[in-house]
């Protein structure tokens, strides 16, 4: 069994910041890629930010340059660094990660619970 928790959202101002974590426990043998994830009101899920096992990271266009994905192995944690936040940005994000139960890297997806971020104008 593989849980996520995520923690970090809430009300900011535009022009603020906030910082997303997830944490990943249970029976892990290995993480792979880490994502975010996230979903307006009436809008489909899109995806934020991205991260390989060896740090590799990508970014959807509108948030470049403002958002920084990164993750500590050793915590089994992904983060989410927002800066420069705008009410577009408003949303609930999404942590996915990609994890191996077994030395027989038995891959799964796994998908946080979701947590709020509203920017204000």
């Known amino acids: 069994q593989v849980q996520l928790v995520e923690s970090g959202g809430g009300l900011v101002q535009a022009g603020g910041s906030l910082r997303l974590s997830c944490a990943v426990s249970?029976?892990?043998?290995?993480?792979?890629?880490m994502d975010w994830y996230r979903q307006a009101p009436g809008k489909q899920r899109e995806l934020v930010a991205t991260?390989?096992?060896?740090?590799?990271?990508s970014y959807t266009d509108s948030v470049k340059g403002r958002f920084t994905i990164s993750r500590d192995n050793a915590k089994k944690t992904v983060y989410l660094q927002m800066n420069s936040l705008k009410p577009e940005d408003t949303a609930v994000y999404y942590c996915?990660?990609?994890?191996?139960?077994?030395?027989?890297?038995?891959?799964?997806?796994?998908w946080g619970q979701g947590t709020q971020v509203t920017v204000s104008s």
């Open positions: 996915k990660v990609v994890v191996a139960t077994t030395f027989r890297l038995d891959w799964n997806t796994y």
């Open positions: 249970g029976s892990i043998f290995r993480i792979n890629g």
């Open positions: 991260i390989t096992r060896g740090g590799t990271t």
